[in-house]
């Protein structure tokens, strides 16, 4: 899917919003990354540097997963999707905190609204 179609059906989901939606976008196939930049290096008229060319212009090298990424992505917490007028657009009905329970759980965490105030006003 090119961006701006990806984009477009982004747009669609927030117009379907009714407060507080989680919408799954179909959005095609997963690209590797690997093929992504193999593409666009040939796509400069440039050669991959590799073991089948010693001499290419651009090498990529593989450095790993820092911290904090991962190689796939969890999209819901539950299995309850519905479809909605849009093929491409997939409604989940995700369970949450009540605004209440979650104040409950908050606050007995201790108070931490010292440090945020300090951290916000020494920001500015």
Not at 3 to 11: C, K, R, S, Y
Not at 44 to 64: C, F, H, M, Q, S
Request: proline share 2%; charged share 30%; net charge negative.
């Amino acid at each position: 899917m090119l961006i701006p179609e990806a984009a477009q059906l982004v747009i669609q989901a927030a117009a379907m919003a009714r407060g507080g939606d989680v919408f799954v976008l179909d959005m095609g196939e997963s690209v590797k990354i690997i093929n992504l930049a193999r593409a666009m290096i040939e796509v400069a008229g440039l050669d991959v540097r590799d073991d089948a060319k010693p001499n290419g212009d651009i090498e990529i090298t593989i450095v790993g997963l820092r911290d904090g990424e991962k190689l796939y992505e969890e999209l819901l917490i539950g299995e309850n999707v519905s479809a909605t007028e849009h093929e491409k657009i997939m409604r989940c009905d995700e369970y949450f905190l009540p605004r209440q329970g979650s104040r409950r759980s908050w606050s007995n965490c201790g108070d931490h609204s010292r440090l945020a105030t300090r951290r916000t006003s020494s920001l500015a």
